[in-house]
């Protein structure tokens, strides 16, 4: 479904070529739940901003069901990132004088549409899903950190994507909310979308189908240590 062909990402800042992402090749089939681990700065953020369209490459290319990502003009980007892509980041980011339920359904309006009546049973059914639906008339500020993960979660399930970027998701939640939140990204693969996701968690590092390494702008096999176990499938 995602394949990349010879990524590379090159920054250049105070006369000086950072070389962030070199040559990257990778296949990610349809229904897979891919995990990305290894230390600050090896490139994992930049790859996955790099398939979702949310950054442009140097070098390379992303294919999506066949169809070169970058080549599209930037409107059809954009209907991409939009209607096939969904995105959950370290922070929530939800619109703090919206209520949750509101926030859940903020990419719809995205879209260029109002949300609907069929719209608003989705989103409520979302927040079923993740497991807060009594908080839909709440404001951001009223949930917890790990309820405003939820939220966001929802949120990026809305438009039915069909692949989920997650950027370390549970990366300041504590490890009862971690493990629940983990818990819910496996049932949603289970469910057939797609999943990428950064993590430094290496104890979760095999949650999903399958585990690769990054370390200095390269793709390597998995690196973890297996004596950690705070996921068991």
């Known amino acids: 479904m995602i394949t990349v062909e010879n990524l590379s990402k090159i920054y250049h800042s105070g006369g000086q070529t950072i070389k962030v992402l070199e040559s990257i090749n990778l296949e990610v089939p349809d229904g897979e739940f891919l995990t990305l681990t290894g230390r600050s ?15 442009r490459p140097t070098a390379g290319k992303v294919f999506i069901d066949g169809v070169e990502l970058w080549g599209l003009p930037e409107s059809e980007l954009a209907k991409v990132r939009n209607q096939k892509f969904g995105f959950v980041f370290q922070f929530a980011s939800l619109i703090p004088t919206l209520k949750v339920l509101d926030n859940v359904m903020l990419p719809i309006s995205f879209s260029g549409r109002r949300p609907t009546m069929e719209d608003q ?95 200095e702008g390269a793709l390597i096999g998995y690196e973890g240590d297996g004596g950690m176990a705070c996921w068991t499938k």
Request: aromatic fraction near 4%; charged fraction near 20%; include cysteine.
């Open 41 to 55: 700065g090896g490139g994992k953020t930049t790859l996955l901003s790099l398939m979702g369209g949310l950054t």
């Open 121 to 215: 049973v989705r989103a409520q059914a979302l927040l079923e899903t993740v497991g807060i639906s009594e908080k839909a008339r709440s404001f951001p500020g009223q949930l917890s950190g790990g309820q405003q993960r939820r939220v966001a979660i929802a949120r990026a399930l809305i438009n039915n994507p069909n692949v989920l970027f997650a950027d370390e998701p549970t990366g300041d939640l504590d490890e009862e909310t971690e493990r629940s939140i983990m818990q819910l990204f496996k049932e949603i693969n289970e469910s057939g979308t797609t999943i990428v996701m950064v993590t430094h968690a290496m104890c979760f590092a095999h949650i999903g189908s399958k585990a690769l390494t990054m370390r």
